[in-house]
């Protein structure tokens, strides 16, 4: 975990926050009704047994890089690697988002598939069709799911933005998403499935959370998410992924650079400059 000082970054120890933490209350973190009684896979598994092969998944995060070997890792998850710990309830988990994890499963199926890195953007009308509003909204929430429960793992406080975006709003006030590639994930994952580190801030006093980013890849392509406490989102950082039908696929170096929003120029047509969300030559040009 990491805390933002004026102008430098202090790296905290294991501990060092966890008089912040929230504890888990044994309820489910999206309904707030039901006991939490499963955990959600970090990877869904069907992907997991598909893009293995008989490789082994390097999990990056909670500060160090892990690694399940063969398909029987899976199952066995001896190091907690594959599930987060139990935060949901088994309707929330299952049935209520599951149009979630289809949209989740499509998306990941063409990422696999699909060279996307070099280009500038992933065009969800060509992944989806005609229902890709939907579709991608729904893909936003599975993402939502995957990050609400990384924030309990992490003792963050599930911000009630994210709920309400998984209850169908279409938007998050105090939050940022963008599709995202890194170059060091790039170089160690291949096609498997990474997860960035938890990233967060609080004050100066280290009394309070004051946001937090994370990232979800397939192969180097992923999803990043920042939040920020009491709605202090700063200005430009109100565009969402998921409205638009092409959105940008925003490159940066390393994951400390993922951290801080800082992107390099992409590859593909360097006189852009690159700004998150920004919609893609081919996109809808109105959106930008
Ligand atoms: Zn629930």
């Not at 190091?79 to 994890?101: E, H, I, L, W």
């Not at 995957?146 to 003792?155: K, L």
């Not at 959370?209 to 180097?220: D, L, N």
Request: glycine share 10%.
């Amino acid at each position: 975990m990491a805390m933002e000082a004026e102008s430098s970054l202090e790296w905290l120890s294991p501990g060092d926050l966890d008089h912040l933490k929230v504890s888990p209350d044994g309820r489910c973190w999206w309904c707030r009704e039901r006991a939490s009684t499963t955990g959600e896979h970090k990877y869904k598994q069907t992907d997991l047994a598909r893009l293995m092969g008989d490789d082994s998944l390097i999990w990056a995060g909670d500060g160090g890089t892990r690694e399940i070997r063969g398909k029987s890792g899976i199952k066995r998850d001896r190091y907690g690697v594959v599930k987060f710990p139990k935060s949901m309830c088994d309707t929330c988990n299952n049935a209520r988002s599951q149009s979630f994890d289809r949209a989740y499963t499509t998306f990941s199926t063409y990422l696999d598939s699909t060279w996307v890195r070099i280009q500038p953007g992933v065009s969800f009308e060509e992944i989806y069709g005609d229902p890709w509003q939907k579709d991608t909204l729904d893909l936003a929430r599975y993402y939502g799911k995957h990050f609400g429960c990384r924030m309990v793992r992490s003792g963050l406080p599930v911000p009630d933005s994210l709920r309400a975006f998984l209850d169908g709003d279409d938007d998050m006030p105090d939050a940022h998403t963008a599709l995202v590639t890194t170059d060091s994930v790039h170089r160690v994952a291949g096609k498997g499935l990474t997860l960035s580190s938890d990233f967060v801030w609080t004050n100066r006093e280290r009394t309070e959370f004051r946001g937090c980013v994370m990232a979800a890849y397939v192969g180097s392509v992923g999803v990043r998410y920042q939040w920020w406490a009491e709605r202090q989102r700063p200005e430009g950082w109100d565009s969402q992924f998921f409205h638009f039908p092409t959105p940008v696929i925003n490159c940066f170096e390393d994951e400390q650079a993922l951290m801080e929003g800082r992107t390099r120029r992409p590859g593909w047509f360097s006189r852009f400059s690159q700004w998150l969300n920004r919609p893609s030559s081919h996109g809808n040009a109105e959106q930008g």
